[in-house]
């Protein structure tokens, strides 16, 4: 009677969910055809709504604030100008998801250039010590692990970096990264086997 | 567990910096800027699709152009031309 009463609960909050998300996704639709026909202003709406995801995909390729901003600056202008393109067969924040990625690509290709100008002195003592440790020392603190992979990173091409961080930060499908990338599953498997073992040697050199 | 394999889990947990309040604003500021967006004409996308290959169209076409012009300022009208071509014919002994 319980278990019954408790799927039925279940079968209802489920339902109430799917409609949420359906009024959401109507609602952006209607939103993005008003801003489409002149409403210029409630792009600003559009803004709100996916500045959190954007600043979350965009952070994992760059931490310095200001620049973080000016790319994320970036990518929202990117999406008014190719606004017409899209075509709601995705959910908006996939397709600006997708419009961060390539932003992301973008400045990793800039930045290449002064990857050797920057070094060591950026990584911290606390992260420098766990690696060169031994034993069973667990997880580095969040912000450590961070400075290692980045400094890590510099050794890989920018398009290499990406498919390692989508597939191991943000815990993307191959499927997906290779949506996100216009590369095919393949092309993302190989990039990925590449980048770890560039990674590790990265690490190794770091650590001596 | 290796020690990317932790630095990967460490990572993973790093919570993303929030955008500065009045974010949108900026990006309204920058937008006010831009021309509004327009619709994508059939020329745009094969522009997209094909930059290269649109470029060497258009050269292919210049140059059958110019050596369509070249070719017909050295050649006056094609009357003048059956003209010289049955001068030249009768001259070599050909003829009647």
């Known amino acids: 009677m319980t278990g019954q009463a408790g799927r039925n609960l279940k079968r209802g909050d489920s339902a109430k969910w799917f409609g949420h998300i359906t009024d959401a996704v109507n609602d952006e639709i ?7 026909n002149g409403a210029t202003d409630e792009f600003a709406e559009i803004v709100r709504r996916h500045q959190a995801r954007v600043f979350a ?40 998801s997708r419009i961060a990625v390539r932003a992301a690509i973008d400045h990793l290709r800039k930045r290449q250039r002064v990857r050797n100008e920057v070094g060591f002195d950026e990584v911290g003592e606390d992260a420098l010590d766990w690696l060169r440790a031994d034993g069973d020392e667990g997880e580095p603190e969040a912000g450590a692990a961070r400075e290692l992979l980045d400094l890590a990173m510099r050794e890989l091409a920018p398009a290499d970096r ?42 190794e050199k770091i650590k001596n | ?46 522009n997209v699709c094909f930059p290269r290959l649109a470029g060497a169209a258009v050269v292919v076409i210049a140059l059958c152009v110019a050596g369509d012009w070249l070719a017909g300022s050295a050649q006056t009208n094609l009357t003048d031309g059956v003209a010289q071509l049955s001068q030249q014919w009768l001259m070599t002994g050909n003829g009647f």
């Open chain 2, 1 to 46: 567990m290796n020690k990317l394999e932790k630095l990967f889990a460490a990572a993973r947990r790093e919570n993303p910096p929030a955008p500065a309040e009045g974010f949108e604003f900026v990006v309204m500021q920058a937008i006010k800027h831009e021309p509004a967006p327009r619709a994508v004409t059939v020329f745009d996308q094969m």
């Open chain 1, 30 to 36: 209607q939103l993005l055809e008003r801003i489409r």
């Open chain 1, 162 to 203: 990406l498919v390692i961080t989508l597939q191991e930060i943000e815990g993307r499908s191959v499927k997906e990264i290779a949506g996100l990338m216009g590369i095919s599953g393949v092309a993302v498997r190989v990039r990925a086997l590449r980048a770890r073992m560039k990674l590790k040697s990265a690490l």
């Open chain 1, 57 to 96: 995909v965009l952070s994992r390729y760059e931490r310095d604030a200001q620049r973080l901003e000016d790319l994320a600056q970036e990518t929202f202008v990117k999406a008014w100008r190719a606004l017409e393109q899209f075509d709601g067969r995705a959910p908006f924040e996939h397709w600006i």
